[in-house]
């Protein structure tokens, strides 16, 4: 069974960017679509961002689009999160998971999560 570690999350200014990893073990990423979540404080949690296994396909929340990009790595089994132009309502706990991609919602069946990497973006 695969299992998930994410990483890259930290305090950065209004503007700025990050890029989170999410490194598996155990199975062969390209087998899986992945999928990235964020939950913020007293909110629910939000699908962000997919990317298929099949054809590598992206699919993006509407909050995000334009700013976040979602690419893999199958050689370092691994999923990134590029996060530009971030704002205050970004800030949340990343997540990210085995999933189902699709154009509404764009992450399904979430499974195999990871422990989060914390994102916080404030002046």
């Known amino acids: 069974q695969v299992q998930l570690v994410e990483s890259g999350g930290g305090l950065v200014q209004p503007g700025g960017s990050l890029r989170l990893s999410c490194a598996a073990s155990?199975?062969?990423?390209?087998?899986?679509?992945i999928g990235w979540f964020r939950q913020a404080p007293g909110k629910e949690r939000e699908g962000v961002s997919c990317i298929s296994s099949s054809d590598g396909s992206t699919y993006y929340a509407d909050s995000v689009k334009g700013r976040f990009t979602i690419s893999r790595d199958n050689t370092l089994n691994s999923v990134y999160l590029q996060m530009t132009s971030l704002k205050p309502e970004d800030t949340a706990v990343y997540y990210c998971?085995?999933?189902?991609?699709?154009?509404?919602?764009?992450?399904?069946?979430?499974?195999?999560w990871g422990r989060g990497t914390q994102v916080t973006v404030s002046s």
């Open positions: 155990g199975s062969t990423l390209e087998y899986y679509s």
């Open positions: 998971a085995t999933a189902y991609c699709s154009n509404s919602p764009i992450v399904n069946s979430p499974d195999n």
